[in-house]
């Protein structure tokens, strides 16, 4: 299981993003090796404002619409008590000025069991988490 984060998602479909050429690359290795995946409804969130904001929230809504229709995601939502784990995680990585959303991500992915994490975003290396290259 590999949890995907806001940034692929965005280089994905933003051709203008730093990132776009090599998340490509990776989207097409995950695909080749049925990896499973999995990212949270605040990842969603996060990636459907920024998506509408860089290209139009049409543009948003639409990428989201498939990301729900495909499937290929499982799709975590934080209870309570996750949001409240995250809460003590985000006080503690204050100096780092870590999201609120990564630190619920980081909740999830503990609480399943899960490592890896398809990122751009070093504060995941904080928390102890192996992204992949």
């Known amino acids: 299981m590999i949890f995907v984060d806001t940034g692929p998602l965005l280089a994905r479909y933003l051709l203008k993003d730093q990132f776009h050429q090599h998340a490509l690359n ?28 860089r290209a139009g929230n049409i543009f948003a809504a639409e990428r989201l619409n498939n990301i729900y229709a495909s499937h290929a995601f499982q799709i975590w939502r934080p209870d309570r008590e996750d949001e409240l784990r995250a809460l003590k995680l985000f006080a503690k990585f204050s100096d780092q000025v870590v999201s609120f959303t990564d630190c619920v991500s980081f909740t999830l992915m503990t609480s399943r069991h899960v490592q890896q994490v398809f990122t751009f975003d070093r504060h995941f290396d904080l928390a102890g988490f192996k992204r992949l290259p």
């Open 26 to 53: 990776i989207w097409a290795e995950l695909e080749k090796s049925h990896e499973r995946l999995a990212t949270s409804s605040l990842v969603l969130n996060e990636t459907a404002t920024l998506l509408g904001r």
